[in-house]
């Protein structure tokens, strides 16, 4: 009974949703329409029209879009638990972020403060027109932007998460010293590695991947010929949970930009564009302070970056577009976040005067920039890229600077890394503890950025296509594990923080898939 009353619910939340979607009034606007055909009978209406709409593609695209809200629709609680539990169970997490998101907010008032600079106003007519003008070569400008600074780094962020306790649990009566070493100490649950052979069972070193050149079965190039015909099947019929299944094995590159929007349901019809452009408008219109902070973060990250540079111009766009998007609101209410609120007209603590400062929620921090970066191989059209990005982040990246016990979050990837580490190589983790060079310091920045910038993009991508295969971004905390597995014998002979992270200070020349293959299914355990 309980199954048949949390699938009502789900069905209830999903119809709700749809209801009110373009993509319902095109349904019903086709099926309208389909009356006037002579294969329609009045004596089997219904039953026609939903054949004319299986024939003519339109039920498959319903699949996708229900597929989708199942995939970023709110938890299931009980009836009577109140909406916060919603966005996140445990209270101390609740707490934390909350904590959190003031400090933010106020670093961000008092940079507004002190440099005199306005959180948003109306640009001049001459302003506007200028910008307009150089959309495409927003690169080109060089302004000063010394004043300015980012609102927070990873590693401000990591020090919170170290500090993190459940008020409930008393840790002296852990019986193990091993839950001591790690800096995360609170009690989450998070996979094994027998959990995790299980959850990743196509990952074996037995069925063929794309990113690994040799298999012991079948010759590699035979393997992606036919896997690469497979793939332009899925992208033909056009399902979802088919292009989410086949992105399990890799994405051959030719087809990934079709295979990622596909399992995303990210479209680029007319209305996605015309709003793209309504964001745009919105740009050239206004300019916020947090602008500074994307521009900056751009200059400093993706902009001295050998394979991303060449992008700048198209990373202000979508960020810039990203930071007016108010659908992207909708995203809170299960993200443990609470969009921060600025006050006009200088009322502080006026409820009606109360605003929310980015329109999108979100303030941008060191390194944001690096979500997008990887995006611009694959769409070189502004609209595509940008549906997509919107998407990428309101499923998994708002999970990376957010505090919450959701196995996909940072604090859960942060937990299972140290556990990762501390059960298979529990030397390595005791020597670089005893050194004062914590894994987790190290592997963070990796982490709460996706590898994004770290690993050369070819290898970045194939990890990216097993976060959508797998709906999780467990496998980055796998990875991260797997990266000082393989350099374990170098790191064994440090002697400070400074030379293990020289030991790891270059990922580039690694290959993502072999790594994660060995870590997972050639651990002893």
């Given at each position: 009974?309980?199954?048949?009353?949390?699938?009502?619910?789900?069905?209830?939340?999903?119809?709700?949703?749809?209801?009110?979607?373009?993509?319902?009034?095109?349904?019903?606007?086709?099926?309208?329409?389909?009356?006037?055909?002579?294969?329609?009978?009045?004596?089997?209406?219904?039953?026609?029209?939903?054949?004319?709409?299986?024939?003519?593609?339109?039920?498959?695209?319903?699949?996708?879009?229900?597929?989708?809200?199942?995939?970023?629709?709110?938890?299931?609680?009980?009836?009577?638990?109140?909406?916060?539990?919603?966005?996140?169970?445990?209270?101390?997490?609740?707490?934390?972020?909350?904590?959190?998101?003031?400090?933010?907010?106020?670093?961000?008032?008092?940079?507004?403060?002190?440099?005199?600079?306005?959180?948003?106003?109306?640009?001049?007519?001459?302003?506007?027109?200028?910008?307009?003008?150089?959309?495409?070569?927003?690169?080109?400008?060089?302004?000063?932007?010394?004043?300015?600074?980012?609102?927070?780094?990873?590693?401000?962020?990591?020090?919170?998460?170290?500090?993190?306790?459940?008020?409930?649990?008393?840790?002296?009566?852990?019986?193990?010293?091993?839950?001591?070493?790690?800096?995360?100490?609170?009690?989450?649950?998070?996979?094994?590695?027998?959990?995790?052979?299980?959850?990743?069972?196509?990952?074996?070193?037995?069925?063929?991947?794309?990113?690994?050149?040799?298999?012991?079965?079948?010759?590699?190039?035979?393997?992606?010929?036919?896997?690469?015909?497979?793939?332009?099947?899925?992208?033909?019929?056009?399902?979802?949970?088919?292009?989410?299944?086949?992105?399990?094995?890799?994405c051959p590159t030719g087809l990934r930009a079709d295979l990622w929007a596909l399992i995303l349901n990210s479209t680029n019809q007319p209305q996605d564009v015309m709003y793209y452009e309504q964001?745009?408008?919105?740009?050239?219109?206004?300019?916020?302070?947090?602008?500074?902070?994307?521009?900056?973060?751009?200059?400093?990250?993706?902009?001295?970056?050998?394979?991303?540079?060449?992008?700048?111009?198209?990373?202000?766009?979508?960020?810039?577009?990203?930071?007016?998007?108010?659908?992207?609101?909708?995203?809170?209410?299960?993200?443990?976040?609470?969009?921060?609120?600025?006050?006009?007209?200088?009322?502080?603590?006026?409820?009606?005067?109360?605003?929310?400062?980015?329109?999108?929620?979100?303030?941008?921090?060191?390194?944001?920039?690096?979500?997008?970066?990887?995006?611009?191989?694959?769409?070189?059209?502004?609209?595509?890229?940008?549906?997509?990005?919107?998407?990428?982040?309101?499923?998994?990246?708002?999970?990376?600077?957010?505090?919450?016990?959701?196995?996909?979050?940072?604090?859960?990837?942060?937990?299972?890394?140290?556990?990762?580490?501390?059960t298979h190589l529990p030397q390595l983790f005791y020597h670089l503890r005893q050194i004062g060079a914590q894994p987790l310091r190290m592997a963070f920045k990796w982490m709460v950025r996706g590898?994004?910038?770290?690993?050369?993009?070819?290898?970045?991508?194939?990890?990216?296509?097993?976060?959508?295969?797998?709906?999780?971004?467990?496998?980055?905390?796998?990875?991260?594990?797997?990266?000082?597995?393989?350099?374990?014998?170098?790191?064994?002979?440090?002697?400070?923080?400074?030379?293990?992270?020289?030991?790891?200070?270059?990922?580039?020349?690694?290959?993502?898939?072999?790594?994660?293959?060995?870590?997972?299914?050639?651990?002893?355990?």
């Amino acid at each position: 009974m309980e199954e048949d009353t949390e699938l009502s619910v789900s069905i209830a939340q999903v119809v709700q949703r749809l209801s009110g979607s373009h993509l319902h009034s095109q349904i019903e606007r086709q099926a309208k329409d389909c009356l006037h055909r002579p294969e329609i009978k009045l004596e089997s209406l219904k039953e026609d029209v939903r054949s004319f709409l299986k024939t003519s593609g339109w039920e498959k695209k319903l699949q996708n879009a229900v597929y989708r809200e199942l995939h970023i629709r709110l938890p299931l609680s009980h009836p009577t638990a109140p909406p916060e539990h919603l966005k996140e169970p445990l209270a101390y997490m609740r707490k934390a972020q909350a904590s959190w998101e003031k400090r933010v907010l106020k670093s961000l008032n008092s940079m507004s403060t002190e440099l005199g600079v306005p959180l948003a106003r109306m640009r001049p007519a001459a302003e506007q027109k200028e910008l307009t003008n150089k959309w495409n070569e927003m690169g080109t400008d060089e302004p000063d932007l010394s004043r300015f600074r980012p609102v927070y780094a990873p590693k401000d962020f990591l020090e919170v998460l170290i500090s993190l306790r459940n008020p409930n649990h008393d840790s002296s009566e852990d019986i193990s010293a091993k839950s001591h070493w790690g800096l995360i100490q609170v009690p989450l649950n998070v996979g094994d590695i027998p959990q995790l052979r299980q959850a990743y069972a196509e990952l074996n070193l037995n069925t063929g991947q794309l990113g690994i050149d040799d298999y012991a079965h079948i010759h590699p190039d035979l393997f992606e010929n036919e896997y690469v015909q497979i793939g332009k099947k899925v992208v033909v019929e056009q399902d979802s949970a088919a292009a989410q299944q086949y992105s399990r094995q890799g994405c051959p590159t030719g087809l990934r930009a079709d295979l990622w929007a596909l399992i995303l349901n990210s479209t680029n019809q007319p209305q996605d564009v015309m709003y793209y452009e309504q964001l745009k408008a919105g740009v050239v219109q206004h300019d916020l302070l947090v602008d500074n902070l994307i521009v900056k973060d751009v200059k400093l990250t993706a902009s001295n970056d050998d394979y991303y540079f060449v992008f700048e111009d198209f990373l202000y766009q979508v960020l810039l577009c990203f930071s007016r998007d108010t659908a992207v609101l909708e995203h809170f209410k299960y993200n443990s976040a609470t969009p921060p609120k600025s006050y006009v007209h200088g009322r502080v603590g006026d409820e009606e005067c109360a605003v929310v400062y980015p329109p999108n929620g979100v303030i941008p921090f060191h390194g944001f920039s690096m979500y997008v970066a990887p995006l611009c191989f694959l769409y070189n059209e502004p609209s595509k890229l940008y549906s997509v990005f919107r998407e990428m982040y309101i499923r998994y990246f708002f999970r990376l600077h957010s505090i919450s016990s959701s196995p996909s979050g940072i604090v859960s990837l942060c937990l299972q890394f140290e556990r990762l580490v501390q059960t298979h190589l529990p030397q390595l983790f005791y020597h670089l503890r005893q050194i004062g060079a914590q894994p987790l310091r190290m592997a963070f920045k990796w982490m709460v950025r996706g590898f994004s910038g770290y690993l050369s993009t070819d290898q970045l991508l194939l990890l990216w296509d097993r976060i959508l295969g797998y709906d999780s971004l467990e496998v980055v905390a796998v990875l991260a594990a797997a990266v000082f597995a393989f350099r374990a014998e170098n790191l064994m002979e440090v002697t400070s923080l400074a030379s293990a992270e020289a030991v790891l200070a270059d990922l580039s020349t690694l290959k993502v898939m072999p790594l994660i293959q060995i870590f997972l299914f050639a651990t002893a355990i």
